[in-house]
């Protein structure tokens, strides 16, 4: 290839969906598709989307977990391809899926240069008191036990966008980014740099997700294990799978079921929410308190960029930090939003996630060096 890709085709496969784009030279989205429910497995039409695509000239792909290893965006080849696949116990809903992503598109483009993107990068710049877990020293470093973090990519460009959206102020200002999808995990940014978040070694840890417990005492976990004759193949699945919104309620994992469950009178609805709602306002406070404060409070993901009643809940709870929403222009929002109170000392803004402007960038850039 000479000269810059111009058409970057972008794969983001979540845990519960596959985002496809295809983005022109001037980073406008000329081809989209969503696939729900999408598992790794069924990966026909992936390959249909590709097909049609008139010009791909470059590949980016998100994927969820770099390890040790991957701390910034690499060019694919057969020994990257099988490093990322390694890392599958670390990330058992992600990694599969971002594997089978790549080697679709390399089978249906072959030759194309495709880059990994890891969501795992932006989170290397927090510091060791906050990413390191208090256990053994040495099984910290033989095996890199650490806060990772993910969901990186769409950190990164919500709170760049939350930057320029609130200049002045002039310094660079303390913001607490909440990505709440079917995945949902806080951070802590200041200067443009994580300085916090709420996932761990793995993407388990933190808030209440759509089918993830999130943090649980690890005591429960091996009381489970010793007490209850739980294996380790059972309890990866019910914390994977069967626990968090699907979990509590019974049924579903999805946030807008939850809130017509607990509106029609559904008390494990009505639970499932309270506590989803208790965990993020917690958690945003402990944001704070690794940060020394808050400047700007960002929503993003499915839940954040679309619930506001989940938003109005959370922030209600958080005045004593300077936090208020206008009512009205938080119920009404679409798109980018600042949704603070008039008088609010912190400013809380509504930016829609854009994964794949931070994928394509990463894409272009890592193919010209
Ligand atoms: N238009 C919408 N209105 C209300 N809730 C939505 C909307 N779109 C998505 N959600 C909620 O967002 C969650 C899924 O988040 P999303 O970011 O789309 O998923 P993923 O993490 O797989 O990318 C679901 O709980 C769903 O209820
Ligand atoms: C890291 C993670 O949880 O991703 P997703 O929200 O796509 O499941
Ligand atoms: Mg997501």
Same mark, same amino acid.
């Given at each position: 290839?000479?000269?810059?890709?111009?058409?970057?085709?972008?794969?983001?496969?979540?845990? %519960?969906?596959?985002?496809?784009?295809?983005?022109?030279?001037? $980073?406008? *989205?000329?081809?989209?598709?969503?696939?729900?429910?999408?598992?790794?497995? $069924?990966?026909?039409? +992936?390959?249909?989307? /590709?097909?049609?695509?008139?010009?791909? $000239?470059? *590949?980016?792909?998100?994927?969820?977990?770099?390890?040790?290893? #991957? !701390?910034?965006?690499?060019? @694919?080849?057969?020994?990257?391809?099988?490093?990322?696949?390694?890392?599958?116990?670390?990330?058992?809903?992600?990694?599969?899926?971002?594997? =089978?992503?790549?080697?679709?598109?390399?089978? *249906?483009?072959?030759?194309?240069?495709?880059?990994?993107?890891?969501?795992? =990068? #932006?989170?290397?710049? @927090?510091?060791?008191?906050?990413?390191?877990?208090? +256990?053994?020293?040495?099984?910290?470093?033989?095996?890199?036990?650490?806060?990772?973090?993910?969901?990186?990519?769409?950190?990164?460009?919500?709170?760049?966008?939350?930057?320029?959206?609130?200049?002045?102020?002039?310094?660079?200002?303390? @913001?607490?980014?909440?990505?709440?999808?079917?995945?949902?995990?806080?951070?802590?940014?200041?200067?443009?740099?994580?300085?916090? &978040?709420?996932?761990?070694?793995?993407?388990?840890?933190?808030?209440?997700?759509?089918?993830? &417990?999130?943090? /649980?005492?690890?005591?429960?976990?091996?009381?489970?294990?010793?007490?209850?004759?739980?294996?380790?193949?059972?309890?990866?699945?019910?914390?994977?799978?069967? %626990?968090?919104?699907?979990?509590? !309620?019974?049924?579903?994992?999805?946030?807008?079921?939850?809130?017509?469950?607990? $509106?029609?009178?559904?008390?494990?609805?009505?639970?499932?929410?309270?506590?989803?709602?208790?965990?993020?306002?917690?958690?945003?406070?402990?944001?704070?308190?690794?940060?020394?404060?808050?400047?700007?409070?960002?929503?993003?993901?499915?839940?954040?960029?679309?619930?506001?009643?989940?938003? =109005?809940?959370?922030?209600?709870?958080?005045?004593? +930090?300077?936090? &208020? +929403?206008? &009512?009205?222009?938080?119920?009404?929002?679409?798109?980018?939003?600042?949704?603070?109170?008039?008088?609010?000392?912190?400013?809380?803004?509504? *930016?829609?996630?854009?994964?794949?402007?931070?994928?394509?960038?990463?894409?272009?850039?890592?193919?010209?060096?």
């Amino acid at each position: 290839m000479t000269g810059a890709p111009v058409h970057v085709l972008v794969v983001n496969a979540g845990s %519960s969906s596959l985002k496809l784009r295809l983005l022109d030279a001037a $980073d406008e *989205v000329v081809d989209a598709v969503a696939l729900e429910n999408w598992d790794g497995a $069924d990966t026909a039409e +992936l390959e249909r989307f /590709v097909r049609r695509l008139p010009s791909v $000239d470059a *590949v980016g792909h998100r994927i969820v977990h770099g390890g040790r290893r #991957f !701390s910034e965006p690499v060019r @694919i080849d057969d020994e990257v391809r099988e490093a990322i696949g390694g890392l599958a116990d670390l990330a058992p809903l992600h990694q599969p899926r971002g594997v =089978a992503g790549i080697d679709t598109v390399a089978q *249906v483009l072959p030759g194309t240069p495709a880059v990994a993107c890891f969501d795992t =990068a #932006f989170h290397t710049t @927090i510091p060791d008191a906050a990413a390191t877990y208090a +256990l053994p020293a040495e099984w910290n470093r033989r095996w890199g036990l650490r806060r990772y973090g993910f969901h990186g990519l769409s950190h990164a460009y919500v709170t760049r966008r939350a930057a320029e959206l609130t200049r002045p102020p002039a310094r660079e200002p303390r @913001i607490v980014s909440c990505h709440l999808g079917a995945g949902a995990s806080l951070a802590a940014v200041a200067g443009g740099r994580s300085v916090d &978040t709420t996932m761990g070694f793995t993407p388990l840890a933190g808030l209440v997700m759509a089918t993830r &417990t999130g943090s /649980v005492d690890p005591g429960l976990v091996l009381w489970l294990q010793q007490q209850a004759g739980m294996d380790a193949d059972c309890l990866s699945h019910a914390l994977e799978r069967e %626990s968090g919104l699907a979990g509590l !309620s019974g049924g579903t994992g999805d946030m807008r079921e939850i809130m017509s469950g607990m $509106d029609s009178g559904d008390e494990a609805c009505r639970l499932a929410f309270d506590v989803y709602v208790h965990r993020l306002r917690r958690e945003i406070a402990a944001m704070t308190g690794s940060l020394g404060g808050i400047d700007v409070l960002v929503f993003t993901g499915g839940v954040g960029e679309h619930n506001a009643r989940v938003r =109005a809940e959370a922030a209600g709870g958080l005045r004593y +930090l300077g936090v &208020t +929403l206008d &009512t009205k222009a938080n119920e009404a929002c679409t798109g980018e939003a600042d949704i603070s109170g008039a008088a609010a000392p912190v400013r809380t803004l509504v *930016v829609p996630a854009r994964e794949d402007l931070e994928i394509t960038a990463h894409t272009r850039r890592t193919l010209a060096e």
